[in-house]
Structures are given as structure tokens and as C-alpha cells.
């Protein structure tokens, strides 16, 4: 007999993964322990845990996983490979609707596209508050990506529209926005060269991080944009470079989520518990997502949150990439957040006290079929 810790070892397969496949009686132990609970798992069970660890990496749906393990076990290997088949055949058809749904959108990608679009010719120079900046920069930094495949997400985004100016940064996995005020001048007495209309650039995060190392004291900083460079003054020191080449995605359109349950939560000791509390295999994350730990979240209609055991199976819960949770909670630079958790596959938000522009949104992860 193997323990649940020892089957874990050998089979690829984590504990909590086990543990979810027991209760979806597709891997039951061998013999549960009627005092402490705990699984025990046959010789035979070995090889079924090793071959249902390769159904998953493959794709396959857990109804299916049951008939090809049940198949296994009583030596039918006609239904096995029939069930094999059918889930290559499926997976073959849809790589194939797949190709054509991107292939229509590269076509309609490439109608709006002006290869001879001119350069950005919009220049704007205003004065913004060094702490209001810093503070937003600290706020999205940790969201901005490293992908070198999706270079348009390796930078922040500096939205700057009438007295405001809004900084970004989205991986996919997650996303931060704040705000930073902009005066009426641009700190030499004169207007701003800008005539309030919306300029947008992607900072590249280098230049950013430098940017930020600019704002040591109180006093406003001058932030200048011409064209696609962009340069940041204080004083007598500067930071400027050239901004990145591609468009930033909507981040209004997803950043509207459905109203859900909020709570506050005390950052330290909220900290604590996901910090050292139970959390999910990543055998079970989302497909494409980074390999992860899972914090699962429930959040009470009194307010109260939770992080779930891993046998809860509350409807309302909501499972984050544990890592991604903790840095949001780190860049929220407060005592005390609001989380907001909607429908179990919206994103979750990780709200200021203090005001609504800034903000964190993790997107859940789906734990099971």
C-alpha cells in the first residue's frame, strides 16, 4: 500500500490533485483510514494514477478519464483506444476550426491596419504630482508583463486624458490600474501643449522603473510626450526613451465587471492566511495559465473571507494564483482593501479604501470540469 504522499511521488500527480479525484471517483484509495481519513492506495493503482495524469496533460475530459480507467482496469482495450480516438478526433477538429477562426481574424486585423500610418504627432507636456505618480507606479508595476511573445503587455501604460492621468500594466493574469492628477500647467507658468483630447503610450518597464526612481521627494515632476518618446523631469535629472511601437489593449472594456460581494479585510492578517494557508495542485489551473499555487477564496454575505480547505465545494469560491494574490495585496500599499468577488469566473478585485481608481483585478483560475 502507498500513502496519499508517497502515490503523489510516484504518479506525478499532487496531493490535492489526488484528493480531487477521489472525490470525483475517478482515483479512489484503495482503503480510507476510518479515524484520520487518511488514503491508501493499492499496487495496482499506480499505473491507473500515471495513465490518468497523461489523460489530463492531454486534455481529456473526466468523463471520459472514468471509461478509458475503467477500460483499463478490465483489460478492455478495444473501448480504450475507441475513447483514445475520439478525443484525438475532437482535438484535430478543433485545431482545425481553431486555424480558420484566426485565420478570418489576421484577415480582418490586416483590413484595419494602415501600413503607412504616420508617426504619432501629438505632443502634450504637463506637471504631475511625484508622490501621486509613484504611488501609481508602484501600484501596477508588478502586473506588467515579461512575455517576449506579447511585447505590446511589457510596459505600462500612461493614458492621459483632460486632468487625469491613468497608468496600466495587464500580464493577461492579472491587471492594475491607478490614477495620478495632472495640473493645469506644465510647471514653467505656461498650459500644457496638449489640447485635451486622449494620448496614450506604452512605457517600456525599464524606463518606467527609471521613471520611478525619479520621485523621491513632494514636489511636481514634468512628464512630457512627443510623438513616441517620452521623458520624465525633476529638477536637473531626467528619465527618456523611446516608447513601445504597439497599441495597448482596452483596458476600460475590462475593467467592468459584475457587481458581487465585497468585504474588508485586514492586509496583514489577510496576508497571513493565504501566505500559509491551503491551496490547489496546478494540475488543475486554467488551461495556458502559468504553473501555479492556488489560494481558493470565499467571501460570506457577512463580509467574511475564507481560504477554502481544499474539499470545499461552495459554489460561490473563487480560486487566484496564490503568488498573484499576495503581490496585489503588497502593491495595494494600505492596512485595509476591499475585495470584490462576483461570479466565480470573473476576475477578482482588489479594491483602495480610499478611492475607486485604484485597483487590481486577478482572473480565476477553473479548478475542475
Not at 18 to 24: C, E, H, N, V
Request: aromatic residues 4%.
Amino acid at each position: 500500500m502507498r500513502s496519499i504522499g508517497e502515490m503523489a511521488r510516484d504518479s506525478g500527480l499532487s496531493v490535492s490533485a489526488l484528493r480531487f479525484y477521489d472525490g470525483a471517483g475517478v482515483l479512489v484509495p484503495a482503503w480510507v483510514d476510518p479515524v484520520s481519513g487518511y488514503r491508501w492506495y493499492g499496487p495496482e493503482q499506480l499505473g491507473e494514477s500515471r495513465l490518468l495524469a497523461r489523460l489530463r496533460r492531454a486534455g481529456m475530459p473526466l468523463a471520459d478519464i472514468r471509461l478509458v480507467l475503467a477500460g483499463w482496469s478490465a483489460a478492455d482495450t478495444d473501448l480504450v483506444r475507441k475513447l483514445l480516438q475520439a478525443h484525438l478526433h475532437r482535438m484535430e477538429l478543433g485545431l482545425s476550426d481553431a486555424r480558420g477562426e484566426f485565420s478570418t481574424i489576421r484577415a480582418l486585423l490586416e483590413r484595419r491596419e494602415n501600413p503607412m500610418a504616420l508617426p504619432r504627432t501629438t505632443s502634450v507636456r504637463s506637471a504631475v504630482s511625484a508622490p501621486e505618480l509613484a504611488a501609481a507606479l508602484d501600484a501596477v508595476r508588478f502586473a506588467a508583463s515579461a512575455d517576449p511573445e506579447l511585447p505590446m503587455l511589457g510596459g505600462v501604460l500612461f493614458d492621459i486624458e483632460g486632468e487625469t492621468l491613468r497608468v496600466v500594466a495587464t500580464d493577461r493574469y492579472r491587471m492594475a490600474v491607478a490614477q495620478a492628477g495632472i495640473d493645469g500647467q506644465d510647471g514653467h507658468g505656461g498650459h500644457r501643449g496638449h489640447d485635451g483630447s486622449r494620448v496614450q503610450v506604452v512605457v517600456p518597464s525599464p524606463l518606467a522603473d527609471a521613471m520611478r526612481a525619479l520621485l523621491s521627494d513632494d514636489a511636481s515632476v514634468r512628464l512630457t510626450v512627443d510623438g513616441d518618446r517620452v521623458l520624465l523631469e525633476t529638477g536637473d535629472r531626467q528619465a527618456a526613451g523611446q516608447c513601445l511601437g504597439h497599441d495597448f489593449p482596452d483596458y476600460r472594456r475590462l475593467v467592468r465587471l459584475p457587481a458581487g460581494r465585497r468585504a474588508l479585510v485586514d492586509v496583514p492578517a489577510f496576508r497571513e492566511a493565504v501566505a500559509t494557508g491551503p491551496v490547489r495542485a496546478s494540475e488543475l489551473r486554467e488551461e495556458g495559465g502559468p504553473a501555479c499555487d492556488l489560494s481558493v477564496l470565499k467571501v460570506a454575505a457577512d463580509g467574511l473571507v475564507t481560504v477554502c480547505e481544499d474539499g470545499d465545494d461552495d459554489r460561490d469560491k473563487v480560486a487566484v494564483n496564490r503568488d498573484f494574490l499576495l503581490d496585489a495585496l503588497s502593491a495595494g500599499a494600505a492596512d485595509q482593501l476591499v475585495l470584490e468577488v462576483g461570479a466565480p469566473k470573473a476576475p477578482l478585485a482588489i479594491r483602495r479604501t480610499d478611492t475607486e481608481d485604484t485597483f487590481s483585478l486577478l482572473m480565476p483560475v477553473h479548478l475542475e470540469d
